[in-house]
């Protein structure tokens, strides 16, 4: 069982920055898949970036701009958000996974995020 709280999110004004923050449970961290999914309201629940092992992938829409990394001493997956569009504004997710499906995974409650003026 993996438990995972996401931190960090916030209003922010366009071409702002954020970083959030997932602190996930267990002493297995390090075997897990790690991603961040968003969801707009109205829309349908989307992926935004995961990294695996070293490998990181990223949506087209924040490729560029968003950069994922993590901490396995600290149990930490982030997420740097720059160049914030007012389209990036959603609930964010963080989840964990050991197998090929993120729904078979582990989520976190949401942190939201608003890019506006």
């Known amino acids: 069982q993996v438990q995972l709280v996401e931190s960090g999110g916030g209003l922010v004004q366009p071409g702002g920055s954020l970083t959030l923050s997932c602190a996930a449970s267990?002493?297995?961290?390090?075997?897990?898949?790690m991603g961040w999914f968003r969801q707009a309201p109205g829309k349908e629940r989307e992926f935004v970036a995961h990294i695996r092992g070293v490998s990181r992938y990223y949506a087209d829409s924040v490729l560029g701009r968003f950069t994922i990394s993590r901490d396995n001493a600290k149990n930490t997956v982030y997420l740097q958000m720059n160049s914030l569009k007012p389209e990036d504004t959603a609930v964010y997710y963080c989840?964990?996974?050991?197998?090929?499906?993120?729904?078979?995974?582990?989520w976190g409650q949401g942190t939201q995020v608003t890019v506006s003026s």
């Open positions: 267990g002493r297995t961290f390090s075997t897990y898949a």
């Open positions: 989840a964990a996974t050991v197998t090929s499906t993120w729904d078979q995974g582990y």
